[in-house]
């Protein structure tokens, strides 16, 4: 059947825009999919909060603006700016509605304040605000009886001209991995929403969980899509150095914002010297100057300092992060955490209008994997939730009207081929994938990372463009996997901020090439 629309992945922008839509028309058939459980993507790791001015007596939605400005470093898209930070109190207040809770200091929400922010803004629910979203907005998705959610869903490509019989220049649907079936099926759809987050694996320290592989972007690259600032990916200064059950974990801004201090070894306060606003700069500052204090150092990680921080404090509105801490022997807030920075966000991603249209019709993306022109070439801290609730509003008006405009008919959509499975010699020789991933990881942390020159990137895409080649003729020869899937995706877009990163030509906010500067 012909769904009217399908969503790809289930984090706060794709379940957004599925309840959005979802309320507007009981009648639309939404599918929603997701590559692992419902749960599993950045969302549910957001740790800080949402940016939104709340205490008029102190801040102005014009102060929020300049923050945004400021952080973005001149590349920002000032009318972008603007509308999603007036927008904000709105959907604020929707997801309150659908049964978010942040935590209040009486009556009022409780403000926290992060680097790059004037004022207190972030309101939050502890330091587990992304749990609470997820497992607000997957509580409220799933009373609608028109929405299908299909979990352990992979995206493999899209359905474009590529595949139609009469081209009419649109997106038509995708193709997707059933993980539990091990076959490809076709979903066509009148609209489909690429919300599939980041790409933080592609980094070998990463704060994102492992399936954050770039899967929306790479189907979008092989339909050609545009897609822009590849190479501005923020590092997160403050990740525990110690993996926790294999993952990367974030210690959250918010810590820094209530008095931790970054500090060497010997409880110099480093960050004061690289910028007057110290630890609480924005976090491509921090992450620069963290990096370059271990490159100077022998231990391969700075301190952070909570000391001043009481243990009430700590307990109460860092309960996961002490928590943490405690169970790896760091006991706070006496002991001092041992942090190093993190591949942690995708500043770019596939170029959309206003309404989240990419410039494929009918092809819409939303969230991490979007380039809506509102970080320019840094993100402020938690501006990037308040994006996801923004665009998924006004990417879900967009296609209420769409669908009510003409389109292909159920017959066209009908006539799209299957996948085209045969082919393969069904060799399922892929011992290798879990090696290549492993050696993409190490090539983009160490020539594409925080620090990169015109000799490292020259580097990286002759041994991305070996690695590419082995891929494809996995891809060639074998039946698709999930894993061979991330693989191929990973390595397109290593290959694709390699060489937007090599058109730069001078630094910017999160982007720092040694020859520049
Ligand atoms: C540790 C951490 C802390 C953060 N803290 C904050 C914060 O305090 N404030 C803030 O504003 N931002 C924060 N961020 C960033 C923010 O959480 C993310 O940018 C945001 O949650 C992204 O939401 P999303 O809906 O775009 O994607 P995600 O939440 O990442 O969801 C992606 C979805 O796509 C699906 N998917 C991916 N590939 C496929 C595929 N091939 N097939 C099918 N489905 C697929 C996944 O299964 C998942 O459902 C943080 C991020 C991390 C990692």
Request: overall charge neutral.
């Amino acid at each position: 059947m012909v769904q009217d629309l399908l969503v790809i992945g289930t984090g706060i922008s794709g379940l957004t825009f599925a309840i959005k839509v979802a309320e507007q028309n009981p009648n639309y058939s939404i599918t929603l999919i997701s590559k692992s459980d419902i749960n599993e993507g950045n969302t549910r790791y957001a740790q800080g909060g949402i940016a939104v001015v709340r205490n008029l007596k102190k801040d102005s939605t014009e102060k929020h603006i300049e923050d945004t400005l400021q952080a973005g470093d001149g590349a920002c898209d000032p009318e972008v700016v603007k509308f999603v930070v007036e927008e904000a109190n709105q959907r604020l207040n929707e997801l309150i509605h659908w049964g978010m809770e942040f935590d209040k200091n009486k009556e009022k929400l409780h403000l926290g304040i992060e680097g790059g922010h004037s004022e207190k803004r972030i309101v939050h629910y502890k330091d587990q605000t992304g749990k609470q979203i997820q497992q607000a907005l997957n509580a409220k998705v799933k009373t609608f009886p028109n929405i299908t959610l299909l979990e352990n869903h992979t995206l493999v490509d899209l359905i474009t001209d590529h595949h139609a019989p009469v081209k009419k220049n649109r997106c038509y649907g995708a193709y997707v991995i059933s993980q539990e079936q091990e076959e490809i099926v076709k979903i066509s759809s009148k609209i489909t929403v690429l919300s599939t987050g980041g790409a933080g694996s592609l980094y070998a320290y990463s704060t994102n969980p492992s399936i954050a592989t770039g899967d929306g972007l790479g189907a979008a690259y092989r339909a050609k899509v545009q897609m822009e600032r590849l190479p501005f990916v923020q590092f997160h200064p403050t990740a525990l150095r110690d993996k926790v059950k294999g993952n990367v974990f974030l210690i959250t801004e918010a810590v820094r914002g209530v008095g931790g201090k970054l500090c060497t070894a010997e409880q110099e306060e480093f960050m004061l010297s690289e910028d007057p606003r110290g630890a609480l700069a924005p976090r491509d500052i921090v992450a620069r100057g963290i990096q370059k204090q271990i490159n100077k150092q022998k231990e391969k990680f700075v301190w952070l300092d909570g000391s001043s921080i009481p243990k009430k404090q700590w307990k109460s509105e860092f309960p996961n992060i002490y928590k943490t801490c405690l169970s790896i022997g760091i006991q706070l807030p006496e002991d001092p955490i041992p942090v190093v920075p993190a591949a942690h966000y995708f500043c770019g991603g596939i170029k959309v209008n206003h309404h989240s249209e990419s410039q494929l019709k009918g092809l819409y993306a939303i969230g991490e994997c979007s380039a809506t022109g509102l970080h320019g070439a840094n993100r402020l801290a938690s501006n990037s939730l308040l994006e996801a609730l923004v665009f998924a509003h006004r990417a879900a008006l967009d296609c209420l009207k769409a669908l009510q405009k003409p389109l292909p008919s159920d017959a066209f959509y009908k006539a799209l081929p299957q996948w085209d499975g045969e082919g393969y010699s069904k060799k399922n020789t892929l011992d290798e994938v879990p090696v290549l991933r492993k050696k993409l990881q190490e090539i983009m942390t160490r020539s594409v990372g925080i620090f990169k020159s015109t000799q490292s990137l020259q580097q990286a895409e002759e041994k991305i463009n070996d690695i590419y080649l082995e891929v494809h003729q996995f891809y060639n020869q074998n039946k698709l996997t999930n894993d061979l899937c991330e693989l191929r995706n990973m390595v397109s877009i290593a290959y694709l901020i390699i060489k937007q990163a090599q058109e730069l030509n001078e630094n910017k906010g999160v982007f720092y090439n040694h020859d520049y500067a």
